[in-house]
């Protein structure tokens, strides 16, 4: 509705997506004979949107001139070495830019062979991926941080020959050195080079690519093992001790600048400039760039012998007693949690008036058979262990509550509004008569305590035996029409 577009041209396939919108915009189907607005003359320079995924707020439209895609395309493939010989494949959906840049347009710009995986279909069958990728000789390929440990827990090696596989990047996450480890310790045995994984730190205000880096898996020259303490108060000092492992994203593109707003040996925010970054959101007024023309990307990081080390993005910054946490570190401690799901969990921090920090909250999903309770003790104990810190609230919340944005992420701010609403919400309750409510004493009936652990309340009920006999149904569908929505 706010970018208003004149047309949508749609296949004879899909009409049926269509139903509804003609009345908002003419719909075109190359079915029909009704391509005559189509007709007219291309420009030589068209605009073309894209979308942002959505992580740290509402999607934004974003407007680039097709010179500007061209550039991009054309600078991103030399730091790829790409050759007429290379081969894309991918499964990410096409609405945004890994997808849409990445695996799409820089193969059919560069005329490149490219197969693509309806995401549906690979998110049921991971290994589909490979299998196809075998049979193609595909060489080339982007995903998040997430599918790489999908596809090492899910897809056995055996019978694959993933040898010709060049780049196997990751990216829009932040890249976890020991997903990649395990990943090709995993997949070696298969014919996986260990010069063919690698990272690209990319963001749709720059149109994808930003830095980008290939890793060799039999060295550690692609990580830096920093000093925790230090790193929790924001300061970069390397350890032998390898407290906390942070990826190398490479070193920028060509014509992109990397600049980190913070002094030598300290984490800042990550700057850009090039000839592809975007000076506003479309339809938005209000411009990004600063007076020296770099772009904010809203991470935080530090450079290293003329590399990027992104740490996590600065909107996510938990700072919890002085402590700088990263959200995406305790969530990780999460996954590994038996009775939660991988990747279904978020952390995020709440501002406390009466203690003047910031409240460090976790939800997290279980599985059917686990324990509530069980899964709250051991979430407790792994990051209590694991940090100097317990966390102020762990909410243990059924499959699916949690929400994603387009590109798959679990997004922290669409979870903490979630988690503030439900937290101010009335609680009614259908099928009993009282509610008691009591602490942790050992002596619940004793004389002298009773009157200060228990509360009794009487609410408005009705039994599941009787509520469908009148009037009880009645009254009940009064009660529950009387509640705020």
């Not at 190359?30 to 740290?56: H, M, W, Y």
């Not at 599918?147 to 019978?159: D, G, H, I, M, Y």
């Not at 997903?179 to 298969?190: I, L, P, R, S, T």
């Not at 749709?204 to 290939?214: D, G, S, V, Y």
Request: charged fraction near 20%; include cysteine.
């Amino acid at each position: 509705d706010t970018h208003s577009p004149d047309a949508l041209l749609i296949d004879s396939h899909s009409i049926d997506l269509a139903v509804g919108l003609s009345k908002k915009l003419r719909v075109l189907c190359k079915a029909e004979d009704n391509l005559d607005f189509c007709s007219r003359e291309v420009p030589i320079n068209p605009s073309f949107a894209q979308f942002s995924s959505g992580s740290t707020g509402v999607p934004k439209g974003l407007l680039y001139e097709w010179n500007q895609l061209q550039e991009h395309v054309n600078v991103f493939s030399e730091t790829l070495d790409l050759e007429e010989r290379h081969r894309f494949i991918s499964w990410l959906p096409l609405y945004h830019d890994m997808g849409f840049i990445a695996c799409l347009m820089t193969p059919l710009l560069n005329q490149n062979p490219l197969h693509l995986i309806s995401p549906f279909e690979w998110i049921s069958n991971p290994g589909i991926l490979f299998e196809d990728a075998q049979v193609l000789g595909s060489t080339h390929t982007w995903m998040p941080n997430f599918a790489f440990r999908l596809l090492s827990s899910k897809v056995a090696a055996e019978n694959l020959d993933l040898s010709r596989f060049e780049c196997l990047a990751s990216c829009a996450e932040p890249v976890d050195s020991k997903v990649v480890m395990d990943f090709y310790e995993h997949f070696k045995g298969a014919g996986l080079s260990p010069h063919s994984l690698g990272s690209t730190y990319a963001m749709a205000e720059n149109i994808f690519a930003m830095t980008h880096r290939l890793f060799d898996l039999d060295s550690n020259s692609w990580y830096i093992s920093l000093d925790e303490k230090e790193f929790q108060h924001g300061r970069v000092r390397s350890s032998r001790e390898q407290t906390r492992t942070v990826v190398s994203c490479g070193k920028p593109i060509g014509k992109v600048e990397v600049s980190i707003a913070a002094e030598d040996g300290f984490l800042g925010e990550i700057l850009i400039r090039s000839p592809f970054t975007l000076d506003s959101y479309w339809h938005q007024s209000g411009q990004l760039l600063d007076s020296q023309g770099f772009f904010n990307t809203g991470d935080r990081g530090f450079s290293h012998q003329g590399e990027l080390y992104v740490t996590g993005r600065s909107s996510d910054l938990i700072i919890h007693r002085g402590m700088n946490l990263y959200p995406q570190d305790v969530e990780n401690i999460l996954n590994d949690i038996k009775g939660t799901y991988r990747g279904r969990n978020v952390v995020f921090g709440t501002y406390n008036k009466s203690t003047g920090t910031e409240d460090v909250v976790v939800l997290a999903e279980a599985m059917p058979d686990s324990s509530p309770i069980g899964l709250k003790e051991a979430i407790f104990e792994r990051i209590s262990h694991r940090f100097d810190f317990t966390p102020s609230d762990v909410q243990i919340l059924p499959h699916m509550w949690l929400r994603k944005t387009s590109s798959g992420k679990i997004s922290r701010k669409l979870n903490r509004s979630k988690y503030l609403d439900y937290r101010s919400r009335e609680i009614h309750i259908a099928g009993c008569s009282h509610v008691y409510s009591f602490n942790a004493s050992e002596e619940l009936y004793n004389e002298h305590t009773t009157a200060q652990n228990i509360h009794l309340k009487q609410i408005p009920i009705v039994s599941s035996e009787n509520i469908h006999r009148e009037p009880r149904q009645l009254e009940f569908q009064s009660y529950i029409g009387s509640l705020p929505k």
